[in-house]
């Protein structure tokens, strides 16, 4: 009878079980007695977030505003975050961010690269930093985007 006891308390847990290992590992999830899926890769809500400027609204954010002024510099690194801010790691090879303008109230542009590499291992957080320059004007909004495949976008809104 012992036994039977037994069973009846491992198939009531394992159909309310979730277990998960480090962040784009691998997740367990039971959906009844005897039945489990699993889960690699990616869990979703990663997230591409600036790593600054240092003592900003930016830093650790997917979304900010800044106001920099005329022929100001905006720059940073990019970093790939789970949704509660936690930089991931070993996100494998092959991963670029593509940084755009998508308004242009001030007329600036990089005077970098607008194309970033995350590194394979280790933390993932661009393995160089990008600078934008504003133009001049009285009153402008520049908005940029950082993208990347498989990852939520981040954007700024540059003012003056």
């Given at each position: 009878m012992a036994w039977r006891?037994?069973?009846?308390?491992?198939?009531?847990?394992?159909?309310?079980?979730?277990?998960?290992?480090?962040?784009?590992?691998?997740?367990?999830?039971?959906?009844?007695?005897?039945?489990?899926?699993?889960?690699?890769?990616?869990?979703?809500?990663?997230?591409?977030?600036?790593?600054?400027?240092?003592?900003?609204?930016?830093v650790n954010a997917t979304s900010c505003t800044l106001s920099i002024g005329n022929n100001a510099n905006f720059t940073t690194k990019v970093q790939v975050t789970d949704p509660s801010g936690n930089v991931m790691s070993n996100i494998g090879s092959?991963?670029?961010?593509?940084?755009?303008?998508?308004?242009?109230?001030?007329?600036?542009?990089?005077?970098?690269?607008?194309?970033?590499t995350l590194p394979a291992t280790g933390a993932a957080v661009t393995t160089a930093s990008f600078t934008y320059k504003s133009g001049a004007g009285g009153s402008w909004t520049d908005n940029l985007k950082a993208s990347a495949s498989g990852y939520a976008d981040a954007t700024v809104a540059l003012t003056k």
């Open positions: 006891l037994r069973a009846a308390v491992l198939a009531a847990a394992a159909g309310s079980v979730l277990v998960a290992a480090p962040a784009a590992v691998a997740a367990w999830a039971s959906s009844g007695a005897g039945s489990a899926t699993a889960k690699a890769g990616y869990w979703a809500g990663t997230q591409l977030r600036w790593t600054g400027p240092a003592s900003t609204a930016c092959g991963k670029t961010v593509t940084l755009s303008i998508v308004s242009n109230g001030s007329g600036g542009g990089f005077t970098t690269s607008t194309t970033l």
